[in-house]
C-alpha cells in the first residue's frame, strides 16, 4: 500500500538541526492495522501527518500505491489524498456551524461530486453509524463519543483506502473508547488499512502490529 | 455547491453577530453617506443639463483691466455685443441677452414685487434654451413689444385657476400681455425668472441704447453656436473683436477689455466672475465634498478587510478542517467570497435603506427639493450596485486569501492561526488603520478649519454697524412725485424716540453694490470702475462708518444736474485704484464719472460692503435724490419690538400706499450670505460624523479582536502583578501609536487641502497651531475611547479563567 524510504524531518533552532523524524523506513500492506506507540514528542503525529500527505518531510522516498509522493507536485498530491486517505482526530474538529449531515457531506462536495449521490452516501453513511436520528443537530449538541462516530463517518464517506486515526480516543471515555475501537476493527475487516497513533497499550491491541516512536526514529 | 455556501456564510454570520453587525453596520452607513453625496453632487453638476443644445451654448462674460489697475470681471457685457456676434462671426447661429430688471408687477388689486425675477429677453432664447412652453409656443410670443411669458407658478400667483393668455400684468407704466406659459423652471437651471418681457421693448424704452452700447454692460448673453462651429477657434477671434468695436476707447482710457466665452455647463458651479446671477458661481467646495465621500467608502472598506482578516484568524481550525476535508486553495476563496458577497449584499441593500429613509430629512437640510436628489433612473443604480459589489470583492479578496492559505496541520493545532500570521500580517492590517485615521484626520481638520472660517466670518469686525437695523425697501426707480411722501415718512420715523436713526440710501451692507460706473481723474483719460453707492447725509453717521480724511456729506447737491459740481466720497480703496498713497491727498481731486463732474470731499474707510469671501471693492458715495433710494434704514433701540414695528408698518402704508410693504434685518441679512457656507459647513461635519463613526466601529471590532487574542497575555501579566493601568495602556499606546503615525501622513494632506479651500476666500482665518493639534486630539479621544472599554475589561478579568483553559 505504501512504503516510506530513509524520510527525514528536521526544523532548524539556532544552528541546531532539531529531528521530528528520523531516517523512517516503514511499509504498510493493503489490510493491515497498525498501531503507533511512544512517549510525548517521539513523532507520532509528525508520522502520521507526513503519511497523510497533510506535512512534507525533508529528506526520504514517499511512495503510495505505485505514487512517488516525493516527486508529486502539491496539487496531485492532494488528488492522491482526497481519493483514497480519510482523517480522524482526537479533537474530532467537526465544523461548528455544520450540522451532522452537511459535516459528513462536506468532502462530497470538495470532490464535486452530484447532489443526488451526496445524499444517498450520507444517508447511507447515517444508516451504518445509527445516528439518522441526530443528523440535524449541531456538533455542540452531541456527546464526545458521538462526535467522534460522525469524525469517523466523515473520514469514511469517500471510500478511502486508508483511515489515519490521530489518538481517536483520547477525549472519550473508556466506554465510548472501546465502541470507537470496535468499529475500527469492523472496518479493517471490511478492507481499510488503518494507521493509528495512540497511547494506550489496549487499544493498541486490536491492531495487527505495532510500531514503537522514540525521538523520531522506529525502535525495532 | 452554491447553496452550501451560502448555508455555511449564513451561520457564521449568525454565529458571529457582533463582528457581522459591525461589520455590516459600519458598511450600509458608509453606502449611505456615500450616496447621499454623490446623489447631491449630481445634482449641482446636472444644472442646465435640461438643454438639448446645451454643448453649443455659450455666455459672454468679460473682464475690465485699467493699466496698472486690478482687473475686475463681469458675468454680463454690453447689449451691443450679441448683434455684433452675430454679425461677424457665422459660427454664432443665435444670441440672446437677458436684462435683470425688478420693482413691482400689478394685476388688479395684486402688487408683487419681482425682484430679480423679472427680465427682458431676446425671443432668440426661445431657440437656445429649451424652456418648455405649457401654454402657446415659440412662435406666438414676442410679437409684440409688449408681450410677456411667464411661468405656470407665477401664472398661479396672479390668476390663480385662470387662463393666463391675454392678461395684461402692468409694470413700470406699461401693460404687458402674456402671451406664453413656460413650465416651472426646473430646480437645476441656472437661469431663474418669473416673467419674461420682450427685449424689443426694452430697446425702445432706453431709445436703442438697450442695443447699441459699448458701455452699459448689464446683460447676460448667450451664444448658440452652429453645430460644426469650433468654440476655441471663435475665441481665438475675440480680442480682435473688441479691438475693432472698442479699440479708440480702450486706447483712449488706457484699459483693456476682453470678452470670452463661458460654456453653460461651468456657470452654475466653475463661475469665477462677479456680478452672478444668485445661487451660481465657484463651488469649488463641492469637490471637497466629494472628496469626504470617496474618504467615508474608503473607510468603509477597510473596515471591512480589517475585521474580516482580524477575524479570519479565529477561524483558522475550520480551513484547516475543510482542507483536511479535501477543499482545495480556490474553493477556499470562492466559499469565503460567497460569505463576503453575502455580507456585502446585506449591507448595501440596508445603505439603500438608510439612504432612503434619510433623504427627505437631507434634502430638507440642503434645502433641496427630495424629487431632485432622488435619482430614479436605473443606470445610476446599476453602476452604484456594480461599483459597490467590485469594491465589496476587493476588499474581500484579501481576507479570502489569507484565510485559504492556511497551512491545516497548524491551523488545526493552533487556535491561533498558523505561526508567522500574527506578525507579518500585522503589518498589513496596522497599516490599513492608519490609512483610516488619516482619512478620518484630514475629515475632522477640513471640518474644523471650515468651522473657524465661519465663524472668522461672522465675528470679524465689519468695520460698518449692522446691529438692531431694520431696512425697507422701496421699490424701483419713483417720479419726482413720491418725494413729499418720503419726506413725510422719514419725519415720521424720527419723531419716534424708539427710532435712533434714519438714513436711505441706493443701497445697503449686506449685499454687492448695485450700480457701477466708470470714473477718470480730470486731466487723466484713465477709466477705474467703481461701485456707486447713493446715500443722504445721514448715512455714514448712521452705519458708524469713519471719515479718514476730508468731511462727511453735509448739505451737498444730490446728483440731479449734470452742470452741476457733484460732492463725493470715496472708499480706502478707491483711493488706491485712483493711484494716491494717502487718502488725504485725493480730497479734492476733480473726478468725471457717469455724466457728472465730481469733487472728492471725503475718504471713507473700508468696511465689508459684502460676505468676506469678497475683498473690498472701490465704492463712490454720492448725495441722491430722495425718490432714488430704494432702502430706508432705521436703527432701533426698543424694548417692544412688535409695537415699534406695527408703528413703522401701519406709517408706510398709509403714506405709501402703491408700495407693498417690504423689509427685513440688516444682521439677519447679512448672515444669509453665509447661508451656503453654513449649509456646507453642517453637511460637511455631519459626513466626518459618520466618517469617524465609522472608523470607531472598525477600531472597536479590531480592539475587540486583538484583546480576545492576548488575552492569556493579560492575564500571565496580571498574575506576575500588572496593575490595571498597566494593563490598560499596554493595549491602548498600540493604537495611540497608529493615530501619531496617521497624523503625520493626514496633517500635511489636511493642511494644502484647506489653504487651498481658504485662498477661495478673500478674507481668511490663517492656519494656527490648532490646526495641527485639535484634529490630532480629537482623534486620539475618541479612539482611546473606543478601545479603552474593551481594554478595561480585559484587565479586569479573572486571570484564573482565561489560564485555566489553555
Known sequence: MLELKGIFKWYHSGNNRTFLLKNIDLSVKVGEFISVMGPSGSGKSTLLNVIGMLDTFDQGEYHFLNESVHKLKEKQRSILYKQYIGFVFQAYHLLDELTVYENIETPLIYQDIKSSERQAMVADMLDRFRIVGKKDLFPAQLSGGQQQLVGVARALIANPKLLLADEPTGNLNSKQGEEIMELFKELNNDGVTIIQVTHSEKNAAYGSRIINLLDGSIEH | ?806
Open chain 2, 1 to 806: 455547491m452554491f447553496t452550501n455556501y451560502f448555508k455555511t456564510a449564513w451561520r457564521n454570520l449568525w454565529k458571529n453577530r457582533t463582528f457581522s453587525l459591525i461589520n455590516i453596520f459600519g458598511l450600509s452607513i458608509g453606502v449611505a453617506a456615500f450616496l447621499m453625496i454623490i446623489n447631491y453632487l449630481r445634482f449641482e453638476y446636472s444644472y442646465d443639463d435640461a438643454h438639448l443644445k446645451k454643448d453649443r451654448i455659450f455666455r459672454v462674460p468679460m473682464m475690465l483691466k485699467e493699466n496698472g489697475g486690478k482687473e475686475q470681471t463681469f458675468a454680463f457685457t454690453y447689449p451691443a455685443v450679441a448683434p455684433s456676434m452675430i454679425r461677424d462671426f457665422p459660427e454664432v447661429e443665435e444670441a440672446a441677452r437677458f436684462r435683470r430688471v425688478g420693482g413691482i408687477v400689478t394685476y388688479g388689486d395684486q402688487k408683487i414685487v419681482e425682484a430679480g425675477s423679472l427680465f427682458y429677453a431676446d425671443a432668440s432664447m426661445f431657440n437656445i434654451f429649451s424652456f418648455r412652453f405649457a401654454k402657446g409656443n415659440s412662435a406666438s410670443v414676442f410679437k409684440e413689444l409688449n408681450d410677456a411669458v411667464i411661468t405656470e407658478e407665477t401664472a398661479k400667483k396672479y390668476f390663480g385657476i385662470a387662463d393666463p393668455i391675454g392678461k395684461a400684468l402692468h409694470y413700470n407704466g406699461e401693460d404687458y400681455i402674456v402671451k406664453g406659459v413656460l413650465e416651472n423652471v426646473p430646480a437645476n437651471s441656472h437661469i431663474r425668472f418669473n416673467i419674461l418681457l420682450n427685449y424689443e421693448k426694452y430697446i425702445q424704452l432706453t431709445e436703442g441704447s438697450a442695443n447699441t452700447s459699448w458701455g452699459w454692460s448689464d446683460f447676460y448673453t448667450y451664444v448658440l453656436l452652429r453645430p460644426d462651429a469650433d468654440a476655441n477657434a471663435l475665441k481665438a477671434k475675440l480680442p480682435a473683436f473688441a479691438e475693432r468695436y472698442m479699440g479708440d476707447d480702450m486706447k483712449k482710457g488706457n484699459y483693456e477689455n476682453s470678452f470670452f466665452l463661458q460654456p453653460l455647463k461651468d456657470i452654475h458651479t466653475r463661475s469665477r466672475y462677479d456680478y452672478e446671477m444668485a445661487g451660481n458661481g465657484d463651488l469649488g467646495y463641492l469637490r471637497y465634498l466629494g472628496i469626504a465621500a470617496l474618504f467615508i467608502l474608503f473607510i468603509a472598506w477597510i473596515n471591512y478587510v480589517n475585521l474580516s482578516t482580524a477575524h479570519s484568524l479565529d477561524r483558522s481550525k475550520e480551513v484547516g478542517i475543510r482542507k483536511v476535508a479535501g477543499a482545495g486553495k480556490f474553493q477556499l476563496i470562492r466559499q469565503f467570497l460567497t460569505e463576503s458577497l453575502l455580507l456585502n449584499i446585506i449591507a448595501i441593500a440596508i445603505g439603500i435603506l438608510i439612504f432612503r429613509f434619510t433623504l427627505s430629512p437631507f434634502s430638507n437640510l440642503v434645502e433641496k427639493d427630495i424629487i431632485y436628489l432622488n435619482i430614479t433612473d436605473w443606470r445610476f443604480w446599476l453602476f452604484m450596485i456594480i461599483l459597490f459589489l467590485l469594491g465589496s470583492l476587493l476588499a474581500a479578496f484579501y481576507p479570502a486569501f489569507v484565510l485559504s492559505s492556511f497551512q491545516p496541520i497548524y491551523s488545526i493545532k493552533n487556535a491561533k492561526g498558523s505561526p508567522g500570521l500574527a506578525g507579518g500580517k500585522n503589518v498589513f492590517r496596522k497599516s490599513l488603520v492608519v490609512l483610516q485615521f488619516t482619512a478620518a484626520i484630514v475629515l475632522i481638520a477640513g471640518a474644523i478649519g471650515f468651522y473657524e472660517q465661519l465663524h472668522y466670518m461672522q465675528t470679524r469686525d465689519l468695520g460698518v454697524n449692522i446691529d438692531q437695523t431694520l431696512v425697507l425697501q422701496q421699490s424701483g426707480r419713483q417720479d419726482s412725485s413720491i418725494v413729499p411722501a418720503f419726506t413725510s415718512f422719514i419725519n415720521e420715523m424720527e419723531a419716534n424716540p424708539a427710532i435712533q436713526s434714519v438714513t436711505a440710501s441706493t443701497s445697503v451692507p449686506g449685499s454687492e453694490v448695485g450700480g457701477s460706473s466708470n470714473y477718470s481723474l480730470r486731466n487723466s483719460s484713465v477709466d477705474r470702475r467703481c461701485r456707486n453707492l447713493g446715500i443722504d447725509n445721514k448715512f455714514i453717521d448712521a452705519y458708524g462708518l469713519t471719515i479718514v480724511a476730508g468731511r462727511n456729506i453735509t448739505n451737498d447737491k444730490p446728483a440731479v444736474d449734470t452742470n452741476v459740481v457733484l460732492n463725493i466720497l470715496v472708499n480706502e480703496t478707491a483711493v488706491k485704484v485712483f493711484g494716491f498713497a494717502e487718502p488725504a491727498s485725493i480730497v479734492g481731486q476733480e473726478i468725471d464719472g457717469s455724466g457728472f463732474h465730481c469733487k472728492v470731499i471725503g475718504v471713507v474707510k473700508d468696511y465689508h460692503q459684502e460676505s468676506l469671501q469678497y475683498s473690498f471693492d472701490p465704492i463712490v458715495f454720492y448725495p441722491e435724490e430722495e425718490r432714488n433710494f430704494g432702502n430706508i434704514s432705521l436703527k432701533l433701540n426698543t424694548n417692544d419690538l412688535p409695537l415699534l414695528m406695527d408703528f413703522i408698518k401701519n406709517k408706510w402704508t398709509t403714506i405709501f400706499p402703491a408700495s407693498p410693504y417690504r423689509f427685513f434685518f440688516l444682521n439677519e441679512r447679512f448672515d444669509a450670505q453665509y447661508k451656503n457656507d453654513k449649509l456646507f459647513a453642517t453637511v460637511l461635519w455631519l459626513f466626518t460624523i459618520i466618517a469617524l463613526v465609522i472608523a470607531c466601529l472598525g477600531l472597536f471590532g479590531l480592539s475587540l479582536f486583538t484583546i480576545s487574542k492576548r488575552s492569556k497575555e493579560i492575564s500571565i501579566r496580571k498574575v506576575l502583578g500588572a496593575s490595571l493601568v498597566q494593563i490598560t495602556s499596554l493595549i491602548t499606546k498600540d493604537y495611540l501609536k497608529l493615530v501619531i503615525i496617521a497624523s503625520f501622513l493626514a496633517l500635511p494632506l489636511a493642511f494644502i487641502l484647506v489653504n487651498n479651500w481658504l485662498e477661495d476666500y478673500a478674507f481668511h482665518v490663517s492656519i494656527g497651531i490648532w490646526f495641527f493639534f485639535l484634529p490630532v486630539i480629537i482623534i486620539m479621544v475618541i479612539s482611546l475611547f473606543t478601545v479603552l472599554y474593551q481594554s478595561l475589561k480585559a484587565a479586569l478579568a479573572n486571570p484564573v479563567k482565561n489560564l485555566r483553559t489553555e
